[in-house]
């Protein structure tokens, strides 16, 4: 195939990919954040504490997490028809990746908000906070760096799963490498959507780790950077005694 | 400034138990505590780990819920508040709202300038936008910290952070500051000036403050009254004075050591402890001058605590025990305590002035 050929048919896969990535991470976010949260909360010794409510969740999530994803999209088909009107195609593939995304995401927020030190939690409750501002003033914030390299985790591991979109007609990258480069010998195109892939990936990737990143300077737990630091080191000795304690 | 402490009790705390049960086991972390804080006063709680100071404190605004015993903090009782389940319900919000807290830890959100920090109450209370970043500029400028505002925590000192700290717990116009070893984690210099930003407060604004600490020069700096904890219970309690003026305290002789052995056989050993008025008086050299005998100072510790000289002194005396019972009396009769240090008549070391 010649590269005249190829460019339509590559343009459309990664709009594809990008319209099912971008929609099922926006859900997965939306789901998997407060589901996340409320993991925390309900643990033993959570604010909300609630050993039913914490065990469902938890069995849900786990058995989100377990299932491959060519199943769960296969075992969703009369859902994902209910929801969108149709069990193929590019938005057909949304609901599963959007499912799969949502615990799978929901791991990662708890993870991250367990992290946030109990002292800031305490510190709030003694001005009288209760814990809805908890959640919104001290957990997601505090957790927020986290919760951004969360996103960025989530967001590839949906790429991945994209590629077996292909199976309900979905399209996208993945696919498009499957069915022109694998099944019809054509390596050179598939080598070529890897390469895409790859540094659709790193772009991700670097973006996400910056984004978290400088939020955490601005927390500062991280430090400056090295450049920064040579500067710094020119001071006058006394000038940084005072910030080491 | 002179002192603001009233007779009213702001915090009494009444038979104050928590027992912590986990797998089956139950430690009891406080036993029957009986606490009145003054209003107007430094209260310190001193203790070693685990005595239950922590658990203590946190109880005064309920943030563990105490196992039985009841907690009023400036005539309200909070355990009444208190409502079920591990939840706090909006009469108990709302009271915390009014008692001040600063962390060993600090605890300031990272996410947040030190300006915004501040506001973090505020914000809990509902107060505006413009009214909050007023206060906010307000209480900074108070802990003098006025030029860090936009700052984050993260860019501060520990002492520097400890002050956004206070400042944080004095948004709510508390008349109650809870500090939970507030300076445990700053060095020795920074200590001192968080305590004394601490005793300014407290004069300034009849701010009661209620501290727990395991460093006993924290107590002796700014405190008015002390509570010794020990297992779950109040060992000892009172203001300094009081302390010093009881046999035997523990408390005392920890805030005022004085050491130092018997030169040689035939030598009486006596701590003297210096309270109120006695102290004014130059009783060594009136002893010396009278009986004609020559005094040595072992040790002292000296102090002034309230604008009064306190303190103890160890002096040796020439001569047996039997040999000094008129100065020993005459000593007493200056309205001092002696304790005669002698392992031979224990009984007699316990024997108090009055």
Not at chain 2, 174 to 190: G, I, W
Request: with cysteine.
């Amino acid at each position: 195939m010649t590269w005249t050929q190829m460019q339509p048919l590559l343009e459309q896969a990664c709009i594809e990919t990008l319209i099912m990535v971008g929609w099922s991470t926006l859900i997965a976010v939306a789901g998997g954040l407060p589901l996340g949260v409320l993991l925390v909360l309900t643990d033993r010794g959570g604010l909300l504490q609630n050993t039913l409510v914490s065990k469902v969740i938890g069995q849900i999530v786990n058995i989100g997490r377990s299932m491959p994803f060519i199943i769960l999209m296969v075992a969703l088909t009369s859902f994902t028809r209910w929801v969108t009107g149709t069990s193929i195609g590019s938005e057909a593939a949304i609901v599963p990746l959007a499912i799969s995304g949502i615990p799978f995401f929901a791991r990662l927020v708890e993870t991250a908000v367990r992290e946030v030190d109990h002292g800031l939690v305490e510190a709030v409750q003694s001005m009288g906070g209760n814990t809805w501002t908890i959640v919104r003033k001290v957990l997601v914030p505090e957790a927020l760096p986290s919760l951004i390299a969360s996103t960025t985790t989530t967001v590839i591991a949906l790429i991945g799963y994209s590629a077996m979109a292909g199976a309900v007609g979905g399209g996208g990258l993945g696919d498009f490498a499957v069915r022109y480069g694998y099944q019809r010998f054509d390596s050179e195109l598939m080598w070529i959507t890897v390469a895409i892939l790859a540094v659709v990936i790193s772009v991700i990737q670097f973006a996400g780790d910056f984004a978290a990143r400088s939020l955490h300077r601005r927390g500062g737990r991280s430090g400056p950077s090295p450049r920064l630091r040579l500067l710094r080191a020119k001071e006058p000795a006394g000038a940084d005694v005072g910030k080491v304690a | 400034m002179p002192s603001t402490v009233t007779e009213t009790h702001v915090i009494t705390t009444s038979g104050l138990t928590k027992v912590y049960r986990s797998r089956g086991r139950e430690v009891t972390a406080l036993d029957g505590v009986d606490l009145h804080v003054r209003e107007g006063e430094v209260y310190g709680v001193i203790g070693q780990s685990g005595a239950g100071k922590s658990s203590l404190i946190r109880c005064v605004n309920l943030l563990e819920r105490p196992t039985s015993g009841t907690v009023t903090v400036a005539g309200q009782d909070l355990t009444a508040l208190a409502g079920r389940g591990p939840r706090a319900g909006r009469e108990l919000r709302q009271a915390r709202s009014r008692i001040g807290m600063v962390f060993q830890h600090f605890n300031l959100l990272s996410s947040r300038t030190v300006q915004d920090n501040v506001e973090l109450p505020l914000e809990i209370l509902g107060t505006s936008g413009k009214e909050r970043s007023r206060k906010a500029l307000e209480l900074l400028d108070l802990v003098g910290l006025a030029d860090k505002a936009k700052a984050y925590p993260a860019q501060l000192s520990g002492g520097q952070k400890q002050r956004v700290g206070i400042a944080r717990a004095l948004a709510g116009d508390p008349k109650v500051l809870l500090s939970d070893e507030a300076t445990s984690a700053l060095d020795p210099e920074t200590t001192r000036s968080i305590l004394q930003l601490l005793r300014d407060l407290n004069r300034q604004l009849g701010l009661t403050v209620l501290l727990i600490t395991h460093e006993m020069d924290v107590v002796k700096q700014i405190c008015d009254s002390a509570a010794l904890m020990d297992d779950g219970r109040i060992v000892e309690s009172g203001t300094v004075s009081e302390l010093l003026a009881t046999p035997g305290s523990e408390l005392a002789s920890a805030l005022f050591p004085v050491g130092g052995e018997a030169t040689g056989d035939e030598r009486t050993v006596l701590d003297i402890t210096f309270h109120g008025e006695s102290a004014t008086q130059p009783v060594i050299s009136q002893l010396s001058r009278t009986y004609n005998i020559d005094i040595s100072i072992l040790g002292a510790a000296i102090d002034t605590v309230g604008g009064l000289q306190v303190g103890r002194m160890r002096i040796e005396l020439p001569g047996r025990y039997e040999d000094n019972v008129v100065p020993i009396g005459f000593l007493r009769e200056q309205g001092l305590q002696i304790d005669v240090v002698n392992r031979e008549q224990p009984a007699l070391v316990k024997e108090g002035a009055k």
